[in-house]
């Protein structure tokens, strides 16, 4: 029995799923990441007020697990668009075109802003006041 490398027999399009999912992951864990802090002080400044922002506040002790979660899939991301050897797509396929790219390059620069925003805000926040 042969091993076989499963990696080399992706299709363009299968790569391309796979960033999407690193994208969207680095994109959830970075709103989780946040909720605790920035997603309070957004809220705020967009006028949205209530007594249940307050409870945005639980979540900040699990702040560090959901950073490491988040930035592990930016991580891959990054990893999976930039270092890998760049995909074939057929001519008229959704990876051949230019805004697939840009929009998962956008998801991940967002998150990894929004992670760094949030394990950050102890040292940015008093500025604002």
């Known amino acids: ?3 076989t490398d499963d990696r080399t027999d992706s299709t ?3 790569r391309l799923a796979r960033k999407g999912w690193l994208a969207a992951g680095g994109v959830l864990g970075a709103f989780l990441a946040s909720a ?3 997603g309070p002080l957004v809220l705020l400044t967009l006028g ?3 007594a249940w922002i ?3 506040t639980a979540l900040e002790p699990y702040k560090p697990i959901f950073a490491v979660i988040a930035l592990g899939f930016i991580a891959a991301g990054f990893w999976q668009l930039y270092f890998r050897k760049p995909t074939v797509c057929e001519p008229d396929s959704y990876c051949a075109r230019p805004a697939s790219a840009r929009i998962t390059k956008t998801a991940l620069w967002a998150s990894l802003i929004l992670v760094v925003a949030a394990l950050t805000i102890d040292w940015w926040a ?3 006041y």
Do not use: Q, T, V
């Open 54 to 56: 307050g409870n945005l």
């Open 36 to 38: 605790c802090c920035i």
């Open 48 to 50: 949205i007020s209530g």
């Open 126 to 128: 008093p500025l604002l």
């Open 1 to 3: 029995m042969a091993l």
């Open 12 to 14: 363009g399009a299968d």
